[in-house]
């Protein structure tokens, strides 16, 4: 048993050395059946665990944001598209390359359903009068009244050289009549009115200026036609210029184009994953990449970032956890000087990593994205219950003893400290599970049983090897040979450190002054460190669904982000979209409001008499006739004249909206008339042709869509397209308003201002709905990606804090009971509490924030830091004094700490920045931490021997 310079042997003490014992006769036993458990926990593993890629799970059911969301989500089933972003310069291209997935898409049911790169507006224009007010619809009817014999001569005799012609005619009958009539009687009165027949110049010379320009412009060859029926046919609405038959889903003017996409998985009567299905999505996409070298095609969306987010940080752990062992064995190899013992810890450790496996699959089922990370990390602290025992051991042995006693005296000294510090780490990470937010609870579960199990693997299978492996040697005549560490020459750097414990000391509290000054402004104490909320900066970089998501974030089109509000029926949602829209942080709300006229019943009783009217129209006279240059020359030079003679009289009339159109009629038949002189009559011909084309044939599909296919139907829930009617109406009627951002939400205070305006003024539309009596209380809550983002990132923080405490508390109390000394249990936390705020002066200073990946050093740097201290203070009881480089422990603890940072290290070389800057802050805090324990605690505990203070 080792000599305790101030207390006898205690109960667990005596156990652990009884325990060497059991290790020895039973050693290859005890191997066997932790092998046994090992093979049995990876099969399970393999059969049974599974991996959880939604972020929203991580958050537990309990919550009630969840619950609102996971409505929302049930009454809106359609959101988890995958996203295709086409983008180039030539629109017409994007068209094209959109239309080819989408064919390639639909053309595979088994992987894909639901494909969307364009709609079809053919419900609009069978119904385009409803989307007219009543006001135009009757001012519409009296227009048709008057233009009827005009409409009906154009159809009959087309072409622009009769059009102008008969305009012509019309207004020089009107002159020649008026001119008669006042030299045939008495002068007339001056008239307030103009008679009933008289031309609408004021009216028609706007629409007759456009139809002159854009000729100009034909005869140019800068020929982009503008339709001037709006005028006529709607009042001037801009959505009767151009009533497309479908409407691509696009932005940045036609230079980005999307294609919607969802995924046919397993869980929904497919055969395959989402996994499965993006990679025969991204090959299919780069099948037409090749075939369009001048477009760039990106795959994004939600579930795309969640899946590449499991992928990287499948990967990553892989990578991290490979790099961690090979890593661990090259320093014990170094430090201990052969292979042997360092690699029966290392065959203890991975056994420990199988047992923890199937642990983790039999209570938990799965790994997350947090949770994902455990095994680098429990490779970097479960093997520093082995070093601890490797180093203790060949101390004793170096002492003299035997292989049976020296692992005696091991477990009796050290393997105590073990227990104690490994149910402190452990409960360091299992306090998480009381936090309420369920990843965070998982990875307490799984590293605090992890843990455990690596001590129990350590004090139990570690021994027996070793002692099981002295055994043969000694049968063969021989026994291992034990080697000073080359860590050994610490000692003398130890040696001179506690000659001068006081400027050490000073130096070390100066150090810590620093720190605090960096980290902290001190009125009031305020971390300097910041709190980075963005999620996209914990994403991988250079992952194309990443990318994308920001490309598609900064091309002015709609944030892939919204918040979602829920209306009972049309009305109240129209009215939540008017008030929605009026928030400053709100971009645009999205809806299905716009498609629903309002007064429908009104304006259903006016469109049959229009239609009824234009039903006497006849069909267009086909074909058109070739264009008479001269003839329209001749036609544009008489009106030209007669404007011009009357522009004088409309200005001393005081007309001068008439005036006004006058002039530009006149200016534009001047560009009309000049270009088609200096044209050859042939050219000019040939390009008037395509435009009188393109004007006639706009005439009749204006007409076409005022008479539609038959009687006007009232719009309906029913008469939406599938995808509009999926997207934007719940299973039960329900209508989704999306409010999408002005600002990028991504970041954290943007998202909170986002929310807070929203459900301010959905609770501001709830209360005036109630007033109105339409709704009896809040029967949703505004929910959506930003929301369940926010209260995730806040839950998760508030948790790690949670956490961190709960582990504080359950540490003390466990290292008091270990010691049963207030004064040896502040000691050992001095090393911990110490390397925090180094730590976070270490970050203020290189501007490292934290994230909802990385605050998980909180409660994790507890349990590691602590037990550096529970070490050096124990041996300090046994030895009296604090040189631990004299003897093993200092060895000990630095190797071990070595190994964890380069467990955490390892993380650092993941894609996935969440894992990395993990991996960044746990290096820097156990680094931190284990040059407080080796420097602060021993040169304080040397001023206390000196004092003569008992600890």
């Known amino acids: 048993m080792p000599h305790d310079a101030q207390s006898p042997p205690t109960f667990v003490e005596r156990r652990m050395a009884a325990l060497a014992c059991f290790c020895d006769r039973h050693g290859l036993t005890i191997f066997l059946i932790g092998l046994v458990l090992c093979v049995v926990s990876v099969m399970v593993t393999v059969k049974g665990l599974g991996f959880e890629a939604d972020r929203n799970a991580l958050i537990g059911s309990q919550q009630p944001y969840y619950q609102e969301y996971m409505r929302y989500k049930r009454e809106f089933p359609a959101e988890d598209d995958f996203v295709i972003i086409v983008t180039s310069s030539e629109p017409k291209i994007n068209r094209e390359v959109v239309n080819r997935i989408g064919s390639i898409l639909r053309a595979d049911p088994e992987h894909f359903t639901d494909v969307h790169e364009k709609v079809d507006l053919g419900f609009i224009r069978e119904r385009l009068l409803l989307y007219m007010s009543v006001n135009d619809l009757k001012e519409l009817r009296k227009q048709l009244s008057d233009v009827m014999p005009f409409l009906r001569r154009l159809l009959e005799d087309p072409g622009i050289v009769p059009l102008f012609s008969s305009i012509n005619t019309e207004i020089q009958t009107f002159i020649n009549r008026e001119i008669a009539a006042a030299m045939s009687g008495p002068t007339p009165q001056p008239r307030r009115e103009p008679p009933p027949d008289a031309p609408d110049i004021a009216g028609s010379l706007p629409m007759l200026s456009i139809i002159v320009s854009d000729m100009a412009a034909a005869v140019s060859g800068r020929f982009t036609y503008r339709s001037p029926w709006a005028r006529?046919?709607?009042?001037?609405?801009?959505?009767?210029?151009?009533?497309?038959?479908?409407?691509?889903?696009?932005?940045?003017?036609?230079?980005?184009?999307?294609?919607?996409?969802?995924?046919?998985?397993?869980?929904?009567?497919?055969?395959?994953?989402?996994?499965?299905?993006?990679?025969?999505?991204?090959?299919?996409?780069?099948?037409?990449?090749?075939?369009?070298?001048?477009?760039?095609?990106?795959?994004?969306?939600?579930?795309?970032?969640?899946?590449?987010?499991?992928?990287?940080?499948?990967?990553?752990?892989?990578?991290?956890?490979?790099?961690?062992?090979?890593?661990?064995?090259?320093?014990?190899?170094?430090?201990?000087?052969?292979?042997?013992?360092?690699?029966?810890?290392?065959?203890?450790?991975?056994?420990?990593?199988?047992?923890?496996m199937g642990y983790t699959t039999l209570t938990i089922g799965h790994l997350n994205i947090i949770t994902v990370t455990c095994l680098?990390?429990?490779?970097?602290?479960?093997?520093?219950?082995?070093?601890?025992?490797?180093?203790?051991?060949?101390?004793?042995?170096?002492?003299?003893?035997?292989?049976?006693?020296?692992?005696?005296?091991?477990?009796?000294?050290?393997?105590?400290?073990?227990?104690?510090?490994?149910?402190?780490?452990?409960?360091?990470?299992?306090?998480?599970?009381?936090?309420?937010?369920?990843?965070?609870?998982?990875?307490?579960?799984?590293?605090?049983?992890?843990?455990?199990?690596?001590?129990?693997?350590?004090?139990?299978?570690?021994?027996?090897?070793?002692?099981?492996?002295?055994?043969?040697?000694?049968?063969?005549?021989?026994?291992?040979?034990?080697?000073?560490?080359?860590?050994?020459?610490?000692?003398?750097?130890?040696?001179?450190?506690?000659a001068h414990p006081w400027a050490v000391l000073t130096m070390g509290l100066l150090f810590t002054w620093i720190c605090i000054r960096t980290a902290f402004t001190l009125d009031p104490l305020t971390p300097r460190v910041g709190f980075d909320e963005n999620l996209l900066h914990l994403q991988s970089r250079g992952v194309g669904s990443v990318e994308w998501i920001r490309r598609l974030d900064e091309s002015g089109g709609n944030s892939v982000l919204f918040a979602a509000v829920v209306a009972n029926n049309v009305d109240e949602a129209r009215r939540l979209e008017a008030r929605l829209k009026r928030v400053p942080v709100v971009k645009d709300v999205e809806s299905a409001v716009p498609l629903f006229p309002e007064n429908q019943e009104a304006k259903l009783k006016l469109i049959p008499a229009i239609q009824k009217e234009l039903a006497t129209l006849p069909p267009l006279k086909e074909p058109l006739g070739q264009v008479d240059v001269r003839a329209l020359e001749r036609v544009m030079s008489q009106l030209e004249s007669i404007f011009f003679l009357v522009y004088p009289e409309a200005r001393r009339a005081g007309e001068m909206t008439i005036a006004r159109s006058i002039r530009s009629f006149v200016l534009s038949t001047d560009t009309l008339l000049e270009r088609m002189v200096a044209q050859k009559p042939a050219m000019s011909a040939a390009r008037l042709y395509e435009y009188q084309g393109a004007f006639f044939h706009d005439l009749t599909d204006?007409?076409?869509?005022?008479?539609?296919?038959?009687?006007?139907?009232?719009?309906?829930?029913?008469?939406?397209?599938?995808?509009?009617?999926?997207?934007?109406?719940?299973?039960?009627?329900?209508?989704?308003?999306?409010?999408?951002?002005?600002?990028?939400?991504?970041?954290?205070?943007?998202?909170?201002?986002?929310?807070?305006?929203?459900?301010?003024?959905?609770?501001?539309?709830?209360?005036?709905?109630?007033?109105?009596?339409?709704?009896?209380?809040?029967?949703?809550?505004?929910?959506?990606?930003?929301?369940?983002?926010?209260?995730?990132?806040?839950?998760?923080?508030?948790?790690?804090?949670?956490?961190?405490?709960?582990?504080?508390?359950?540490?003390?109390?466990?290292?008091?009971?270990?010691?049963?000394?207030?004064?040896?249990?502040?000691?050992?936390?001095?090393?911990?509490?110490?390397?925090?705020?180094?730590?976070?002066?270490?970050?203020?200073?290189?501007?490292?924030?934290?994230?909802?990946?990385?605050?998980?050093?909180?409660?994790?740097?507890?349990?590691?830091?602590?037990?550096?201290?529970?070490?050096?203070?124990?041996?300090?009881?046994?030895?009296?004094?604090?040189?631990?480089?004299?003897?093993?422990?200092?060895?000990?603890?630095?190797?071990?700490?070595?190994?964890?940072?380069?467990?955490?290290?390892?993380?650092?070389?993941?894609?996935?920045?969440?894992?990395?800057?993990?991996?960044?802050?746990?290096?820097?805090?156990i680094g931190t931490c284990v040059l407080a324990s080796l420097i602060m605690l021993p040169v304080t505990l040397q001023i206390l021997k000196g004092w003569g203070v008992k600890v």
């Open 376 to 498: 680098p990390m429990l490779i970097g602290l479960g093997i520093d219950f082995g070093i601890q025992v490797i180093s203790r051991y060949e101390e004793e042995r170096l002492h003299g003893f035997p292989p049976v006693e020296a692992m005696a005296r091991t477990l009796s000294g050290t393997g105590a400290s073990i227990v104690t510090a490994g149910f402190t780490t452990s409960v360091s990470f299992a306090s998480a599970y009381l936090t309420g937010f369920k990843g965070i609870g998982e990875l307490g579960i799984l590293t605090g049983g992890g843990l455990l199990l690596s001590a129990l693997a350590m004090l139990l299978v570690l021994p027996a090897l070793v002692l099981f492996t002295e055994q043969r040697q000694m049968a063969r005549g021989r026994l291992s040979e034990v080697r000073p560490s080359p860590l050994a020459g610490l000692a003398g750097v130890e040696n001179a450190m506690l």
């Open 702 to 925: 204006k007409l076409s869509l005022i008479k539609g296919p038959g009687p006007v139907k009232p719009l309906t829930v029913a008469s939406l397209p599938g995808f509009m009617r999926k997207q934007l109406i719940g299973t039960s009627g329900k209508y989704l308003l999306r409010v999408f951002p002005r600002e990028n939400i991504w970041d954290g205070p943007a998202r909170a201002r986002f929310i807070e305006q929203v459900n301010r003024a959905y609770d501001d539309g709830v209360r005036e709905e109630i007033r109105r009596g339409a709704s009896a209380k809040r029967e949703w809550g505004v929910t959506g990606s930003p929301i369940m983002m926010d209260q995730a990132t806040r839950l998760l923080r508030e948790s790690y804090e949670q956490a961190g405490r709960y582990a504080f508390g359950a540490i003390v109390v466990l290292v008091f009971l270990h010691f049963l000394s207030l004064r040896a249990t502040l000691l050992a936390l001095m090393p911990l509490l110490l390397g925090l705020i180094w730590m976070l002066g270490v970050m203020a200073l290189y501007n490292i924030p934290f994230n909802p990946a990385n605050y998980l050093v909180l409660p994790l740097i507890l349990g590691i830091g602590v037990a550096n201290g529970i070490y050096i203070v124990r041996r300090f009881q046994e030895e009296g004094s604090p040189a631990v480089f004299s003897v093993s422990t200092g060895r000990a603890i630095l190797l071990s700490n070595l190994t964890a940072m380069i467990g955490f290290a390892s993380l650092m070389i993941a894609k996935y920045q969440g894992i990395m800057t993990l991996g960044l802050v746990m290096t820097i805090g």
């Open 232 to 356: 006529l046919f709607g009042g001037g609405d801009p959505q009767m210029q151009e009533i497309p038959k479908e409407f691509y889903l696009e932005s940045q003017e036609g230079r980005m184009y999307l294609v919607l996409v969802k995924p046919r998985l397993a869980a929904e009567g497919g055969k395959f994953d989402l996994a499965d299905i993006l990679t025969v999505l991204r090959a299919k996409v780069k099948d037409v990449q090749a075939a369009y070298p001048g477009v760039e095609i990106g795959v994004t969306g939600e579930p795309v970032l969640e899946t590449d987010e499991m992928q990287a940080s499948e990967s990553d752990s892989l990578r991290a956890t490979l790099v961690s062992l090979v890593g661990v064995l090259i320093l014990f190899v170094i430090t201990f000087g052969n292979l042997t013992r360092p690699s029966l810890a290392m065959v203890s450790l991975i056994l420990a990593m199988g047992w923890t």
